[in-house]
C-alpha cells in the first residue's frame, strides 16, 4: 500500500471518529396520535380532545402500561390534520418511561393550540403524513403505530385505504377512534377503510365526552400488544 493511500485512510478513518452516528434510543412503540380538527370539529370538541389525551397520560394505567414493556418505554407525537395537505406536528417526539415524562408529555398535549381550522376531511393525508412522521423517528421501536381519531369520513384527497394500504406495507400498524357524534356508521367505516396490521383494532366513541375514558382504553391495549 503506498504511502499516499496510508495517508488517506487515516484521514477517513480520523473523520469517522470526529462523525461518529447516533444510535437511535430503543423503544417499545413509536405512537403517532393523528387528531382531526377539520371543520366539524367546533372549539368545545377540540378541547374535549385535547384534554382527553393529555388526561390519559396521567392516567396510572397507561403509565403501568408503558412500564410492562420489554424497554419500559414508548415516543410519541403528535399531530393535528385536515385536508390532504394541512399537517402540523404540535407535539414533536416525546420519550416517555415513566410517570414524570408521561405527565411532561401530558402538559405539552394539553399547552398545544389549536392550528387548524377547517379544510376537509383527508383521512387518507393524516395516515400518509403521520407514516412519513413514523419513518423520520429518532427512535428505533419494535412497534410502529398511528392512531387515527376523527369524526368524519375521508372527503378529500385519495382514498383511505390506498394511505392504509402502503402505510401496513411499511410495517405501520393503524388503530382507530372513530366519533360517532355526526356519523352513527363511522365505525364500520374506520373498520372497512383506515385500521390495517396485526392487531389493529377500533374503539368507537358515541360522543365527545366518552372520549377520555375511549384514550385510556385505546392506549392500555396498544401499548400492552406484545
Not at 485512510?9 to 473523520?15: P, Q, Y
Not at 372549539?43 to 374535549?48: G, I, N, V, Y
Not at 374506520?190 to 385510556?216: K, L, M, Q, W
Request: net charge negative.
Amino acid at each position: 500500500m503506498t504511502r499516499r493511500l496510508l495517508f488517506l485512510l487515516a484521514v477517513a478513518l480520523a473523520l469517522a471518529s470526529a462523525w461518529p452516528v447516533a444510535a437511535q434510543t430503543e423503544v417499545d412503540l413509536a405512537l403517532v396520535l393523528a387528531v382531526d380538527v377539520s371543520g366539524s370539529v367546533n372549539e368545545a370538541r377540540f378541547e374535549l380532545q385535547r384534554r382527553g389525551y393529555a388526561d390519559a397520560f396521567r392516567n396510572p394505567r397507561v403509565v403501568q402500561a408503558i412500564g410492562a414493556g420489554a424497554r419500559r418505554s414508548i415516543a410519541v407525537a403528535m399531530v393535528q390534520w385536515t385536508g390532504p395537505t394541512l399537517h402540523v406536528v404540535v407535539v414533536d417526539w416525546m420519550l416517555v418511561h415513566d410517570q414524570a415524562s408521561a405527565s411532561a408529555l401530558a402538559d405539552r398535549i394539553e399547552a398545544a393550540p389549536r392550528a387548524l381550522f377547517g379544510g376537509g376531511t383527508s383521512v387518507s393525508g393524516a395516515i400518509d403524513f403521520a407514516a412519513e412522521l413514523i419513518e423520520e423517528s429518532p427512535f428505533h421501536a419494535e412497534r410502529r403505530t398511528i392512531d387515527v381519531s376523527g369524526d368524519g369520513a375521508n372527503n378529500r384527497g385519495r382514498p383511505a385505504d390506498l394511505a392504509r394500504d402502503e402505510a401496513v406495507r411499511a410495517g405501520i400498524v393503524i388503530n382507530g377512534l372513530p366519533i360517532l357524534t355526526l356519523e352513527p356508521d363511522l365505525d364500520a367505516y374506520y373498520r372497512d377503510n383506515v385500521i390495517g396490521g396485526p392487531g389493529a383494532f377500533v374503539i368507537a366513541v358515541s360522543t365527545y365526552e366518552a372520549f377520555a375514558e375511549a384514550i385510556v382504553n385505546k392506549l392500555v391495549t396498544e401499548i400492552a400488544l406484545r
